[in-house]
T-cell receptor, first 115, second 112 residues
Framework: DTGVSQNPRHKITKRGQNVTFRCDPI?????LYWYRQTLGQGPEFLTY????????KSRLLSDRFSAERPKGSFSTLEIQRTEQGDSAMYLC?????????????FGPGTRLTVT | QKEVEQNSGPLSVPEGAIASLNCTYS??????FFWYRQYSGKSPELIMF????GDKEDGRFTAQLNKASQYVSLLIRDSQPSDSATYLC????????????FGKGTSLLVTP
């Protein structure tokens, strides 16, 4: 299976700690997106990369959040000084920039619990 | 604030009936609209995409878009229990790589 993968699948951390999540997109997909989803809500857009360039960031992405996509392959999302409000499912998606560019394939997500 | 609004439901329909899911949006600049299905504990899965006014059919699914009324809908014909899921409506812009603005989703329950 060559779908989008995310690691870890679950993360429990104490308030104030830093956490980092990884997303591996579908091979050759040059667009990569991060979303956050809380219970009973739809996913909220956080940020978007085309290749290694971070082209758009939501205002939801506070200074404590940073995302990178070195070399345009995998991406990492880091949250510094976690807060209880950061508890959510963090979803990564990827898409091609050619045919069916609109079709985003989502990974299984990383569920973060901040205690 | 660019809003996509959906009735959270649950919407309950009997097996074999037509399920009608609705969505309104506030941003007239939204170019394209998407319906995603999300089973409990799983990731969203794209089922329909529409960018032109009118209807678009794909198997048992029909998406409808009315840009003047800022209204999007999804019809599911011959509903099956396996269609029970949350349906997410989203709007996107091609010039922002289709970064999606999702609604809260409508929970659909198809009863045997």
């Amino acid at each position: 299976d060559t779908g989008v993968s995310q690691n870890p699948r679950h993360k429990i951390t104490k308030r104030g700690q830093n956490v980092t999540f990884r997303c591996d997109p579908i091979s050759e997909h040059n667009r990569l997106y991060w979303y956050r989803q809380t219970l009973g809500q739809g996913p909220e857009f956080l940020t978007y990369f085309q290749n290694e360039a971070q082209l758009e960031k939501s205002r939801l992405l506070s200074d404590r959040f940073s995302a990178e996509r070195p070399k345009g392959s995998f991406s990492t999302l880091e949250i510094q000084r976690t807060e209880q409000g950061d508890s959510a499912m963090y979803l990564c998606a990827s898409s091609s920039n050619r045919d069916r560019a609109y079709e985003q394939y989502f990974g299984p997500g990383t569920r973060l619990t901040v205690t | 604030q660019k809003e996509v609004e959906q009735n959270s439901g649950p919407l309950s329909v009997p097996e074999g009936a037509i399920a009608s899911l609705n969505c309104t949006y506030s941003d007239r600049g939204s170019q394209s609209f998407f319906w995603y299905r999300q089973y409990s504990g799983k990731s969203p899965e794209l089922i329909m995409f529409i960018y032109s006014n009118g209807d678009k059919e794909d198997g048992r699914f029909t998406a409808q878009l009315n840009k003047a009324s800022q209204y999007v809908s999804l019809l599911i014909r011959d509903s099956q229990p396996s269609d029970s899921a949350t349906y997410l409506c989203a709007g996107g812009f091609s010039n922002s790589g289709y970064a999606l603005n999702f609604g809260k989703g409508t929970s659909l329950l198809v009863t045997p």
